[in-house]
């Protein structure tokens, strides 16, 4: 028996002695989280609310505060509110009173120290932004106090941790409390946020966590474009998890944006401010997009027209990937666009999966049900170029239609809209186009010539590009458009373009001619810069996704 008693000894003792020492720090970490997460006033004095209320209620009748207890309470109270009587920190009488009552007890250095720190908490956890009576008055002096007396505090034997934490964070008892912090988390330098809710109570609720999402803000909005765009993916995550500040945080960042030497698409910046501001083109959502600037407004407005167009066909069409002819020939017009409407068939209209909610998410307040359609698997986008309005469908073997928009024989205001010769077929339609090549030419340079002159035949009326209600039908449809199956190239003169190339290498800016293949001719030169007038002149228009100059046809 002894003998078995001390085999046991012997295991348990090796087993001890390969056990690692206790991290009594994490421990305490966690134990400080937890109460940074549970603090009231009476959770740091160590003291329920109903004790401090007693010891306010006492300084107010007298004045005074008899004792180093009743001190540390109500120093810990200053943001506590009763009935009829408002918090210490907004009392425009009281509050000058209470700081010389505290400093009373200076000559006691740690039990003023408790003080301090008491006052601190009411420092950190007020909101100057919603300040009442004389809070925002009495919050400054209140920071002055505690920046003034800070260096004056007991630090002799062990300090406590928070000491510690106001000591490497004396900034926040200045009038640039959170700049620090901007760079410094945006690029993953440090993590200053634990320190602060551990050991001084500073929640995400506390003014200071609004501040440093400011900072953060600000700090990415002054990095040059490399660096920028190297930390917009986490901007972005810090606006979609602080709604409340989020517009502001949202507006500032897309205005940078649009500053950048190129604007290519940002897939997240887009589908974060169409979500959260709608669909940028349209007027009922300005109260939000004017926020930005106009031309960031319309750089927005491109790159949803841009997502849209390629999720229709990517997602809707028959084609799915690999109708890339028609992505590539709607995205060079996506400048001329001003408005899209989308025509779900029933298995788009219901598709549960992710991709088809988000598509439809950022398709919303132009969403139609489509009906007589064919198949339920057909869809029709919808879009408006100048005066006419142009109809494809995603299933094969369905012509582009074009009609007049001032005697549309459909209605898009409504909820649902029929796909055959009733709606977006009807007779009426001024031009249709198959999407079939012809012998030396292109399907696209047939769309291209058609979209062009019809342009240019409504160039001089007064047409509304504000989206009609489409009610009225034509009595009598106007004779469509022909166009020949089989046309020869419209030809280029020899004359305009040597001229137009000795421009372009006057100015020095490099070309890309796919003309005769179905493209366009794009001048790679500034948005803005000494040929811009001379190239809008010449009937160039910008297009964003490119960042170049693009030929109208």
């Given at each position: 028996?002894t003998?078995?008693?001390?085999r046991l000894a012997?295991v ?6 390969d056990?690692p020492?206790?991290?009594l720090r994490i ?6 989280s ?7 006033a009476?959770a740091g004095a160590?003291a ?8 306010i209620?006492?300084?107010?009748e007298t004045?005074r505060l008899?004792?180093v ?7 810990w ?6 009935v ?11 509050f000058?009173p209470l700081?010389?009552?505290i400093d009373?007890?200076r000559?006691?250095?740690r039990p003023?120290r408790?003080?301090?720190r008491?006052?601190l908490d009411?420092y950190?956890?007020y909101?100057?932004?919603n300040a009442r009576?004389?809070?925002?008055r009495n919050w400054r002096?209140l920071?002055?106090?505690?920046n003034?007396?800070?260096?004056q505090?007991?630090?002799?034997g062990?300090?406590?941790d928070?000491l510690?934490?106001i000591d490497?964070?004396?900034n926040?008892?200045?009038?640039d409390?959170?700049t620090?912090?901007?760079?410094e988390l945006?690029?993953?330098?440090g993590?200053p946020?634990e320190?602060l809710r551990?050991?001084l109570s500073?929640?995400?609720?506390s003014?200071?966590?609004q501040?440093?999402f400011e900072?953060?803000i600000?700090?990415a909005?002054r990095f040059?474009?490399?660096?920028f ?8 995550g810090?606006i979609?998890?602080?709604d409340?500040?989020a517009?502001?945080?949202l507006s500032?960042?897309l205005?940078?944006?649009s500053?950048?030497?190129s604007?290519?698409?940002d897939p997240?910046?887009?589908e974060?401010s169409?979500g959260r ?5 349209l ?5 939000l997009?004017t926020l930005?600037?106009?031309d960031t ?6 790159w949803?027209k841009?997502?849209?167009i390629e999720d229709f ?16 020939f709607?995205?060079?017009?996506v400048?001329?666009?001003s ?7 029933d298995?788009?209209?219901r598709d549960?999966?992710?991709s088809?909610k988000t598509?439809?998410?950022?398709m919303?307040?132009r ?8 198949v ?6 919808i879009?408006?170029i100048?005066g ?11 012509a582009?239609?074009a009609?007049?928009a ?6 898009l205001s ?5 796909g055959?010769?009733?709606a ?11 999407h079939?090549d012809?012998?030396g030419?292109?399907?696209e340079r047939?769309a ?7 342009s240019a035949?409504r160039s001089?009326?007064?047409?509304s590009?504000?989206?009609p209600?489409?009610?009225a ?5 106007p004779p469509?458009i ?5 046309p020869s190239p419209a ?5 305009a373009?040597s ?5 372009f290498a006057?100015?020095g800016i490099k070309t ?5 293949k179905?493209?366009?001719?794009w ?10 007038n001379e190239?809008?002149?010449?009937n160039f228009a910008?297009a964003?996704?490119?960042g ?6």
């Amino acid at each position: 028996m002894t003998k078995l008693q001390q085999r046991l000894a012997d295991v348990g003792a090796a087993a001890f002695r390969d056990m690692p020492e206790p991290d009594l720090r994490i421990l305490k970490g966690h134990v400080q989280s937890l109460q940074a997460m549970l603090s009231g006033a009476g959770a740091g004095a160590g003291a329920s609310n109903d004790r401090i209320q007693t010891e306010i209620l006492r300084f107010r009748e007298t004045g005074r505060l008899h004792d180093v207890r009743s001190a540390r309470l109500v120093s810990w109270g200053t943001r506590l509110r009763s009935v009829g009587q408002p918090a210490l920190i907004e009392d425009g009488e009281r509050f000058d009173p209470l700081l010389s009552e505290i400093d009373a007890f200076r000559s006691m250095p740690r039990p003023y120290r408790r003080c301090w720190r008491g006052l601190l908490d009411g420092y950190v956890n007020y909101d100057p932004g919603n300040a009442r009576g004389a809070g925002d008055r009495n919050w400054r002096v209140l920071r002055e106090y505690l920046n003034d007396n800070l260096p004056q505090l007991e630090r002799s034997g062990q300090a406590p941790d928070w000491l510690a934490a106001i000591d490497d964070h004396a900034n926040l008892l200045t009038e640039d409390p959170c700049t620090r912090y901007g760079a410094e988390l945006l690029t993953g330098e440090g993590n200053p946020l634990e320190v602060l809710r551990r050991d001084l109570s500073a929640g995400d609720t506390s003014w200071i966590g609004q501040r440093i999402f400011e900072a953060q803000i600000e700090a990415a909005v002054r990095f040059d474009d490399r660096k920028f765009r190297d930390v917009l993916p986490r901007v972005i995550g810090l606006i979609v998890e602080h709604d409340v500040l989020a517009d502001h945080g949202l507006s500032r960042v897309l205005d940078r944006y649009s500053e950048c030497s190129s604007i290519e698409v940002d897939p997240a910046l887009c589908e974060t401010s169409v979500g959260r501001w709608g669909n940028p083109w349209l007027e009922r959502n300005d109260t939000l997009w004017t926020l930005v600037r106009p031309d960031t407004r319309r750089m927005v407005s491109s790159w949803h027209k841009l997502r849209l167009i390629e999720d229709f066909f990517n997602l809707l069409s028959a084609d799915g990937i690999n109708d890339q002819r028609r992505i590539n020939f709607w995205k060079r017009h996506v400048d001329q666009i001003s408005d899209m409407h989308f025509a779900l068939g029933d298995a788009a209209y219901r598709d549960p999966r992710p991709s088809f909610k988000t598509l439809r998410q950022m398709m919303k307040g132009r969403m139609l049900n489509l009906t007589n359609g064919g198949v339920s698997s057909n869809n029709a986008f919808i879009m408006r170029i100048a005066g006419h309005v142009y109809v494809e469908f995603g299933e094969e073997g369905n012509a582009m239609f074009a009609f007049d928009a001032a005697k549309l024989p459909f209605d898009l205001s409504k909820l649902q809209v029929a796909g055959n010769k009733t709606a977006l077929k009807h007779p009426s339609n001024v031009a249709r186009i198959i999407h079939k090549d012809g012998v030396g030419e292109r399907w696209e340079r047939k769309a291209d010539r058609l979209i062009a002159s019809l342009s240019a035949a409504r160039s001089g009326s007064q047409v509304s590009h504000t989206t009609p209600s489409y009610g009225a039908r034509p009595s009598a449809p106007p004779p469509p458009i022909t166009i020949s199956s089989n046309p020869s190239p419209a030809p280029r003169p020899a004359s305009a373009d040597s001229e137009l190339f000795a421009f372009f290498a006057k100015h020095g800016i490099k070309t890309a001619d796919s003309r005769d293949k179905g493209g366009s001719l794009w001048a790679y030169a500034p948005r803005f810069g000494p040929a811009t007038n001379e190239l809008t002149r010449r009937n160039f228009a910008w297009a964003e996704r490119r960042g170049a100059w693009y030929l109208r046809s």
